[in-house]
């Protein structure tokens, strides 16, 4: 089978719905399948490179805000139409990417429906207020992809659900979850280091993530236990305020912001490490983070939030405390320095929910059965 995948992340990746893509087209290249995957370039031409199989097209993009998404679309119409002539199937991954008149089926995964993701995002900056002012475009943009898809699925139920904002009901879209790399992601065999322990979170510093409790939370938990770190990777527009939170608190030595951390058999080690992983967003999808986290058979405090809620079993393979709430999510981790024996059965039962049901071994087979589901449609 062909596939093209559709997004808007730039390659390499550098966050969760870059790394989905790619890793989702890595699996399938594997099993057989051959995978295109059309993303945004810069002001030149389309360029293409061939990366383990995968053939990466980097369409011409221009940041015209806020109407860069169609005109991305009209740039790389004829490419589309090219790659048209051999796809099978069309993948496209929300958000902000356009729709293509191709006459192929097409398939839409929904990472954060743009209504739910806006409205969990405050206006307090020029950021929060440049994306209220492009939500209008991006949802009728949205209302397209779904409108025109022959079948919709999410990465988590709580994304599902809130496709009803939208005028499509939960039972008409399938979850298949988000996955994770178990080859490169798996518990260490030794336990991290007692006598520098730290805390872990990554993702993109960026609205609605939460980052702003983590350091609040942090100051709570360093009040008592001065001796532990908080190590926080990724880059982002809320680098700049997060620094300056960390320095009012006089925190500079003990909550560090490590930026983007290359590599992945780095990240996992630094996942290994950790005394626990710790995720404060307000709203997510279904974070590859924290799913790589357990992988690495890690103990996680998460947000109840969005896709936590379908692979977190509250005090079973993870601790969940509410959005918004630094000094809940302090307690939780203080209960974890406290009783380290909790720490390692959640951390236990942590990987073998990810081995389970969260493995791109599986996640990449219901997609193929997406795909296969689709085609037969499509051909009676």
Known sequence: M???????????PREGIGFYVWNLSRYLTGLGHQVDILTRGGRSPATHTVVEGVTIWEGRFFPVFPFHVHLHGWLTRKLVRKLASRVEVFHYHTPLVPWYETGRPALVTVHTPMKSDTASIPARSVLGWLIKLQAPISYRLEQMLFERAGMLTAVASSVAEEMAA????????SVLGNGVDTDVFFPAMIEP???????????R???????EDLVECARLVLQKYPDHRFLIAGTGPLERMLRGQIERRNLGDRVILLGHVSGRASLADLYRGATAFVHAAHYE???TVLLEAMACGRPVVSTAVSGALDVIEHEHNGLLVPPREPVQLSAAITRLIQDPSLAENLGT????????RYSWHVVARRYLAEYEALLHGAAQ
């Open 2 to 12: 062909h596939i093209c995948m559709i997004v808007s992340s730039p390659f390499p």
């Open 166 to 173: 939208y005028g499509i009901m939960p039972g008409r879209v």
């Open 193 to 203: 280091d007692r006598n520098q322990p730290y805390f872990f979170s990554a993702g």
């Open 205 to 211: 510093l960026a609205p609605r993530k939460g980052l």
């Open 285 to 287: 999808g279904l974070p």
């Open 349 to 356: 039962a942590a990987c073998r929910t990810i081995e389970e």
